[in-house]
C-alpha cells in the first residue's frame, strides 16, 4: 500500500520562529495538498500544489512539491500564536483517493 | 463558517446500532466527500460522491454505505456498530468539476461515540 510519513509529530516553538515540516511518500503522486485543522473543526486548505518543483506561498506559509513528486515540505515564517494547530498534508491520487498524513502537531508559546 | 452543515454535532450510541450521518455541501458544490478521523488512524478518506454518483471509494468498510441525493445532500449511513467505530466523521464539499483541482470545504464534523 501506499506509505506516507509526516514529521516531524509535534513542534513546541517560541512566537516569532520560522517552522518547517515535510512529507514523504513511497509513490508518485500528481497533488500536494496542505490542510491545517484548529481544535473542534474541520480541515481548511492551505495551499495546494500540483507541479514537481512548484513552490508556493499564501502569505508567511511557502510549500513546495518536491522535484521526485514524492515529497513536499511547508515552511511557516514568523510564527505567530494563532498558527497552533495541526498541519497535515494530502495527495491525491489518479484513482482521485485521498490519502491524509499523520498530522503535525504546532504549539507556539508566546 | 466553510458553508458545509453536518447533523447531528454528536452522537453516542451502543454496539449493534444503525446510525445515518447527513451533510449539506456549500451552495452549488457538487462533490461530497466523507472522512473519517480517529486518534489511532488519522484522517482515512471513505468516499467520494459527484452529482449523485459514486465517483472514488477509499478506506470504506461493508459495514458503511453512502450515498447523495438530488438535492445534492449526501448520507453516510453505519451499520452494526463497533466501539472502534468512534471518531470524528467529516464531510467536505468542493465544486463543479470532479477532480479535486477544486477546494474542499469540510463541515464541522458529527462526533460518534459508540458504547
Known amino acids: 500500500g501506499q506509505q506516507l510519513n509526516q514529521s516531524p509529530q509535534s513542534m513546541f516553538i517560541q512566537e516569532g520562529e520560522d517552522v518547517s515540516m515535510n512529507c514523504t511518500s513511497s509513490s508518485i503522486f500528481n497533488t500536494w495538498l496542505w490542510y491545517k485543522q484548529d481544535p473542534g473543526e474541520g480541515p481548511v486548505l492551505l495551499i495546494a500544489l500540483y507541479k514537481a518543483g512548484e513552490l508556493t506561498s499564501n502569505g508567511r506559509l511557502t510549500a513546495q512539491f518536491g522535484i521526485t513528486r514524492k515529497d513536499s515540505f511547508l515552511n511557516i515564517s514568523a510564527s505567530i500564536p494563532s498558527d497552533v494547530g495541526i498541519y497535515f498534508c494530502c495527495w491525491r491520487n489518479t484513482g482521485n483517493q485521498f490519502y491524509f498524513g499523520t498530522g503535525t502537531s504546532l504549539t507556539v508559546i508566546p | 463558517d466553510s458553508g458545509v452543515t453536518q447533523t447531528p454535532k454528536h452522537l453516542i450510541t451502543a454496539t449493534g446500532q444503525r446510525v445515518t450521518l447527513r451533510c449539506s455541501p456549500r451552495s452549488g458544490d457538487l462533490s461530497v466527500y466523507w472522512y473519517q478521523q480517529s486518534l489511532d488512524q488519522g484522517l482515512q478518506f471513505l468516499i467520494q460522491?459527484?452529482?449523485?454518483?459514486?465517483?472514488a471509494k477509499g478506506n470504506i468498510l461493508e459495514r458503511f454505505s453512502a450515498q447523495q441525493f438530488p438535492d445534492l445532500h449526501s448520507e453516510l449511513n453505519l451499520s452494526s456498530l463497533e466501539l472502534g467505530d468512534s471518531a470524528l466523521y467529516f464531510c467536505?464539499?468542493?465544486?463543479?468539476?470532479?477532480?479535486?483541482?477544486?477546494?474542499?470545504?469540510f463541515g464541522p464534523g458529527t462526533r460518534l461515540t459508540v458504547l
Open positions: 460522491y459527484y452529482n449523485g454518483e459514486e465517483r
Open positions: 467536505a464539499s468542493s465544486g463543479s468539476r470532479a477532480d479535486a483541482y477544486n477546494e474542499q470545504f
